[in-house]
């Protein structure tokens, strides 16, 4: 009962420093657009694999991103998850360059058996991140300034179920409260224009509404040593209820002067349909290499009233994980290493044109924590964001993303001779 305790205070606290440094997750430009920053969907493990995980069944890991894994825990063992990342970010656009260091929450998730045939998952995971702050100057007769900045996101809670229908075969299902809030200002200033009043204008969104995530996963066995799965995710897009209002004010203090009018938009706001597929092939219970790739389609989802606001979304992923000897005796032979990369089409649109492409590449282990059966992953990306054209701005960024496994054997008759 102590370790228990001790185990759901550690995961407390990754959720209070998670839920703390959550406030400012971001710095891209490229967040003024859409519901901005779309999260890295998966657990520490999945993100060191380049992301991998529609094919990924892991007794020791919840793996939200194919409901069907939950089939996968242990019948003794309730699981809690947590992870956050830290990171630091390059942005140049050929002549300028700005430097930006941030840290997010990631996500906190729980799993556990509800019967033979059944498991649960229980979890909050970030949806998107929006954080900028930049400028524009003009040389015109005002010399006319405006700044763009912007905050919020979305967020998802979700609860999960996973059913084995057969030996081989399983399926499941997450259902999300989706919300959130995105806002966006522009303020515009005429230094040398007295006759012009500065002009503020907020554009701002309350979203709410449901998600639906739908999975299924297949196992081959081959001989003692060689296991394939093959895994399956859906998400059907939709419209979600939304309340946009925009905020406009005429005029400051110094001024002395200021009228401020408020508009209710009607627009609507959606999320897209997803399709995810993923091979993975596991080779002793030692070896794991998957690959994943990803389609969402934002160029048919509603924002503001348009349908072509967006680029499809793709994505493509290759990883790895091994385990040196599970039962080695020396402590780096349960030590798992891991190694990934991927390819992405973000969906930005920016003049009509997709804005960026993106690809990273990514290493981690998870470090076994002594006398214990839970895990601490590591994981390092490097994520390299590239405009389209000349004018389109550059990032850089590298994330360490810290996640703790705590594996606690709680259901199972204690015996006193």
């Known amino acids: 009962m102590t370790k228990n305790i001790l185990s759901l205070t550690a995961l407390m606290l990754v959720m209070c420093v998670g839920t703390l440094v959550a406030q400012n997750n971001t710095n891209s430009p490229y967040t003024r657009y859409g519901y901005g920053q779309l999260s890295d969907m998966g657990s ?157 204008i907020q554009s701002s969104v309350d979203m709410k509404s449901y998600k639906l995530d739908i999975g299924a996963q297949y196992t081959q066995q081959f001989g003692k040593k060689h296991a394939i799965t093959l895994g399956v995710a859906f998400t059907p897009g939709h419209d979600m209820k939304s309340d946009a209002v925009e905020l406009r004010q005429t005029g400051d203090q110094t001024s002395g002067n200021i009228t401020v009018s408020q508009t209710d938009l009607t627009a609507a706001y959606g999320i897209p349909s997803t399709w995810g597929a993923g091979l993975a092939y596991v080779y002793d219970k030692r070896l794991t290499v998957a690959a994943d790739v990803m389609s969402q389609d934002w160029d048919k989802v509603s924002y503001q009233g348009s349908t072509d606001a967006f680029c499809k979304r793709t994505r493509f992923s290759l990883g790895a994980e091994l385990q040196p000897n599970p039962m080695g005796r020396n402590y780096l032979s349960h030590v798992k290493y891991r190694l990934g990369g991927y390819y992405s089409q973000p969906y930005y649109k920016i003049a009509g044109v997709r804005a960026a492409r993106e690809f990273g590449l990514t290493a981690g282990f998870a470090l076994p924590i002594p006398r214990t059966r839970s895990m601490l992953n590591i994981a390092g990306q490097y994520v390299r964001t590239k405009g389209t054209q000349a004018a389109f701005l550059d990032e850089n960024t590298m994330r360490l993303c810290i996640g703790v496994t705590f594996n606690e054997r709680w259901f199972f008759k204690r015996k006193v001779d």
């Open 44 to 200: 520490a493990n999945s993100l060191a694999m380049g992301g991998t995980a529609y094919g990924l069944r892991d007794k020791y890991q919840v793996n939200f991103m194919n409901p069907a894994s939950y089939t996968a825990v242990d019948s003794l063992t309730f699981i809690f998850d947590g992870g956050l990342s830290l990171q630091n970010t390059n942005f140049s656009n050929g002549t300028l360059k700005q430097n930006a260091k941030n840290s997010s929450f990631d996500y906190i998730t729980m799993e556990f058996r509800a019967a033979k045939w059944a498991a649960i998952s229980l979890g909050l995971l970030p949806y998107s991140n929006v954080g900028y702050n930049l400028g524009e100057y003009r040389e015109d007769e005002a010399n006319t300034s405006v700044q763009y900045y912007g905050n919020g996101g979305l967020h998802q809670l979700y609860v999960g179920a996973g059913f084995k229908l057969f030996e081989n075969f399983s399926i499941g299902a997450n259902i999300s409260y989706l919300w959130g809030n995105v806002t966006h200002t522009a303020a515009q200033n005429f230094p040398l224009d007295t006759s012009k009043f500065p002009v503020v």
